[in-house]
Nanobody
Framework: QVQLVESGGGLVQAGGSLRLSCTTS????????MGWYRQAPGKQREYVAS???????NYVDPVRGRFTISRDNAKNTVYLQMNSLKPEDTAVYYC??????????????WGQGTQVTVSS
């Protein structure tokens, strides 16, 4: 059974910080590229950040310089450190795992999401 479980969401004021965690089981973590996505009310789910099995990171422009994605292979966990939060960051944040040999376009696995709310 594959499980991805996000945690660390909550309510913060603008300018504050949160650290999201995604713990995984049922996958060989070190062979998976990991990503964070978010979905705000009434909007499509959007890409936020990713880290490859080899540690290469990428970010969507609106979070670049504020968010940091990292992974701990010994703990089968990927993190998203979010600093200088803005109200437009409010969304449900989802963790995604894609095996490095998964064909491009295949969805991989998703967690259940964790709510992040940033007040103005």
């Amino acid at each position: 059974q594959v499980q991805l479980v996000e945690s660390g969401g909550g309510l913060v004021q603008a300018g504050g910080s949160l650290r999201l965690s995604c713990t995984t089981s049922g996958i060989i973590f070190r062979f998976n590229d990991m990503g964070w996505y978010r979905q705000a009310p009434g909007k499509q789910r959007e890409y936020v950040a990713s880290i490859t099995s080899g540690g290469i990171t990428n970010y969507v422009d609106p979070v670049r310089g504020r968010f940091t994605i990292s992974r701990d292979n010994a703990k089968n966990t990927v993190y998203l450190q979010m600093n200088s939060l803005k109200p437009e960051d409010t969304a449900v944040y989802y963790c995604n795992a894609r095996h490095i040999r998964l064909p491009t376009g295949a969805p991989g696995y998703w967690g259940q999401g964790t709510q992040v709310t940033v007040s103005s």
